[in-house]
């Protein structure tokens, strides 16, 4: 905190905001509010860093006085961030995890529009797991990737176990849950970009034309990318395996071992590493 003494007003959670937060728990709560919840230090910090719509802070009253959190809470003060603070019991309530980390924050979804998309562009089709979903976030922020687009049918981008699992990188990209996936690809290739498909029986990475403006499409865990999306793939691309002596798979020929496929957030950040 570097001596920082700034004055603070102290709230306690109130039952009004206690409800509140249980309730953006549910899906349909989060559409309707436009909010979603982040929880813990790493979390909060970078989503103030980043300067997302902050509206509420709640933080354990017992971590107040520890370095971290007084960081938080200075931070939060300077920008006019509302503090709440709960006790042990209400913690208890607010988690989604087996232990609260001490800190959340209510924040306002931001406003994506596909115009905001540049780069390279990743389209998740149909991705449920939510833990892969984070992943795959936070994968292409490392990589440098700022845009995805998530289809419709996708797990929810505010879902408590995705958010957690980007580690503070949703407040870094761009990323749009489409209505029409189909149109908004549609409407990216007429704007220029080349649409790359991950499938099993596609060309190797090493003939991707990096000088293009490539979007790549990961389909879902169980039934890979849809009809109507493949059928728009101006190029399609498999990850090579390193098949087991004797027991490659038949349907592969030589390119892969025993396992029937990679995981979608694997697969993401091996794709990644070599563009």
Known sequence: MEGDSSFYLLFMLSQKSLKHLNKIEQK??????GEFIVEGVKGVKEAMLAQANVVLLVIEKTKDSEP?????????TKNDILIEYCNEKEAKKLKTTETFPGILAVIKQPKVILNDFDGTIICLD???DPGNLGTIIRTADWFGVKSILLSEDCVDLYNPKAV???MGSIFHLNILESTN????LTKLQKNGYVLNGMVMNGDKLDKVNKKNMNIYVFGSESHGIRPEVEKMLDNKY??????SAGYPRP???????????????????ILLSKI
Request: charged share 20%; with cysteine.
């Open 28 to 33: 349909k709560f989060r559409q309707a509010q």
């Open 68 to 76: 971290d959190f007084l960081d938080l809470i200075n931070l939060a």
């Open 126 to 128: 149909g991705v449920k």
């Open 164 to 166: 957690r699992s980007t």
């Open 181 to 184: 996936v189909v149109q908004d």
């Open 238 to 243: 498999t990850i090579l395996g390193c098949p």
């Open 251 to 269: 349907e592969l020929g030589s390119k892969a071992g025993q396992a029937e496929s990679l995981n979608v957030a694997v697969a993401c950040g």
